[in-house]
């Protein structure tokens, strides 16, 4: 056959994402599995594979086991785990694997996470795209040829390891009494937070948890599972204040990134949590012996994170937005933790790889060991103010971008490129970065400076220009 068929619309550069049905079929899936144990050379190895409560995930794993186990793979089934999970036994048992899972988007869609062995991401520079063009291949031929070995199944559940590995990573038995409302979204944070948090598998923690949507159901009937929203966290900020909680957390869909709301109902910005965490993996690692241990975070955190690091005596390395680009830092620097604006918080002891609930452990550890509310204890990590992220919408994103610069960059601003165009004061009174969206022809803005009033003319400038 000479079919030509485009998986392109469903490949992105750190996964894939697509419309079930449409951009994402059992036909692709299937193809998708056998280039995957081709492509990482997997022929004899074991293959993870779950997936999110989204209703085609079933459907998927089977046939993404199919084509692996055609083309000689073992395929071990994991069942519903969320996106941590996969990470936790990837690099526990030093295996390949996938999730299927579209994270925080519509029930729709449904997608992969995909992992090398040891919980080493995958990109499109870094083997994703040769898995594209292999699957494209086989699907063009109409057919996936066996290998000599036909690859096995069978099936593992991996909860009760991953909740006493966390726990021992982060010891909250101490922890003063807490009142905790935790919102879900439908998401696999239902399954999690129980195994991990409350009484499932483990002894109890002085944590008194209070679901929100706990029901795995990835038609998302509530609202849907992206916390990065502000819509979507106004369920728990409610419950958190008609409870008197302590702190409110909130998880993705496929539960790898965590949002944190304080006591009185206001978001705890990823920046803050970032610091939180930072403070405590560096006093851990000097602890162990470790001389001045590196804390990664994106150019969009804010500058209380490199400072709070220095401060602490620890080293602050600065890297672009992406988890690809943070994992490979972390591995070459040998960074203890990363923390991004998008709340994807990495770990060393993790495999270097990304989990919400590790993060969320630590930042209730941080509340747990004091006395202070977390809004008192926030203050300390969030002494900037912030623009949040200002999309726009463009026609010409690189004009746009042009007449930002020529405006801004003048003397006493220091201009750099290492994702889009950051303009910083040399007072250090303001910086704002400038991104172009590597999927949607949108600009994004976020800023930051010292005083309220700054920001606010700052931000005012710059989307003049951008919105002319």
Known sequence: MNTTIDLSASFKAYDVRGIVGETITVESVRAVGAAF????????????????????????SEAFADGATTRGADVVFL??????????????????????????????????????????????????????DLAERYLAEGTIAAADRQGSTSSRDVLKDYAEYLRSLVDLSSSRPLKVVVDAGNGMAGLTTPAVLGTKYLDALPLDIIPLYFELDGTFPNHPANPLEPENLRDLQTAVVSNGADIGLAFDGDADRC?????????????????????????????????????????????????????????PVRTRVGHSFIKAVMAEEGAVFGGEHSAHYYFREFWNADTGMLAAMHVLAALGEQNQPLSELGREYEPYFASGEINTRLD?????????????????????????????????????????????????????????????????????????
Do not use: C
């Not at 144990?37 to 998927?60: A, I, K, Q, Y």
């Open 37 to 60: 144990v081709d492509v990482l050379g997997l022929s004899g190895e074991t293959v993870l594979v779950g997936g999110d409560m989204r209703p085609s995930s079933p459907e998927f």
């Open 79 to 132: 069942g519903l785990i969320s996106t941590d999970e996969l990470y936790y036994a990837s690099g526990r048992y030093n295996a390949a694997g996938v999730t299927f899972t579209a994270s925080h988007n519509p029930a729709q869609y449904n997608g992969m996470k995909m992992s090398r062995p040891g919980a080493v991401p995958m990109s499109s520079e870094t083997g994703l795209a040769e898995v594209r």
């Open 259 to 315: 949002f944190v709301i304080d006591e009185q109902g206001n978001p705890v910005s990823p920046s803050a949590v970032t610091g939180m965490v930072a403070r405590r993996e560096i006093r851990r690692a000097q602890a162990a012996g470790e001389q001045e241990p590196v804390i990664i975070h994106n150019l969009i955190t804010s500058r209380a994170v490199p400072e709070l690091v220095r401060a602490e005596g620890g080293r």
């Open 396 to 468: 010409d994103v690189n004009a746009a971008t042009a007449r930002v610069r020529q405006e801004f960059e003048n003397d006493g601003v220091t201009v750099d490129e290492v994702d889009g165009l950051t303009f910083t004061a040399d007072d250090g009174s303001w910086w704002f970065n400038l991104r172009a969206s590597n999927t949607e022809p949108f600009l994004r803005l976020n800023a930051e400076a010292e005083k309220p009033e700054t920001l606010e003319s700052l931000t005012a400038a710059v989307l003049e220009q951008i919105r002319q």
